[in-house]
């Protein structure tokens, strides 16, 4: 299996460099990763480092909680597609999920996908699946289809637990096949990998992606 075309070669420490950001985005275009996936701080210089090539430029939004509101994300969005991202990945609001206001929930999805679709660019929600009960998880995604989003993300990778495969199978399993998905949160190994895959998943995100790919 070429486990290179699925991965998001990732770093969102919060005290990475651009010195970190000009090695993931070398290091993508070497081993043609689909993209990177980096803060939206150093969109702009990605955008720049990447310009001639294949490689896409991935950012996040509302990233790691997903409790800001939806027009800060809104605006996120504009600043990091104008600054340069393909594709972005948005945390839901799992406040308003766990307050059961679901009319919010929906209309921050909705609004943050019509920002990013009017730009042509590609939307991932993160849903931080290990906080959520599968009734959650159910309604959350019922509302990805409606509305159309590129995406399903398991987690950040910040808030517990991240992809396994039963949660990549699950999501599958409530998906459309149109709607993608995306594991991410602790994907160490080049077997872990291959699992996820098996189970579902589209996109990995990877901050170990050089182990992984060359089998270490």
């Known amino acids: 299996m070429n486990l290179t075309k699925f991965i998001d070669h990732t770093i969102l420490k919060p005290n990475c460099t651009k010195a970190d950001i000009e090695r993931i985005c ?40 997903g409790y800001s509101t939806t027009a800060a994300k809104v605006e996120e969005i504009k600043r990091s597609i104008n600054d340069g991202a393909d594709e972005v990945d948005v945390v839901v609001n799992v406040c308003a999920i766990k307050s059961e206001q679901w009319n919010y929930v929906r209309n921050d999805i909705d609004s943050a996908t019509r ?45 517990g637990e991240g992809a396994t495969n039963e949660t990549v199978a699950y999501l599958k399993s409530l998906l459309p096949s149109n709607i993608k998905i995306k594991a991410s949160g602790g994907i160490k190994s080049q077997n872990q990998a ?20 060359e089998g270490h």
């Open 194 to 213: 291959i699992e996820l895959i098996e189970a579902g998943a589209n996109r990995l995100g990877c901050s170990s992606s050089l182990q992984i790919v």
């Open 26 to 65: 070398e290091e993508a275009d070497l081993y043609q990763f689909p993209t990177v996936c980096i803060p939206p701080f150093f969109v702009k210089d990605a955008a720049n480092i990447l310009e001639d090539k294949l490689v896409k430029v991935g950012t996040v939004i509302g990233f790691p909680m």
């Open 115 to 159: 920002a990013v679709h009017l730009k042509g660019k590609v939307i991932k929600i993160i849903l931080e699946t290990c906080l959520l009960t599968a009734s959650e998880i159910k309604r959350v995604c019922d509302f990805c289809t409606e509305i159309g989003v590129d995406y399903v993300k398991t987690s950040t990778g910040f808030n």
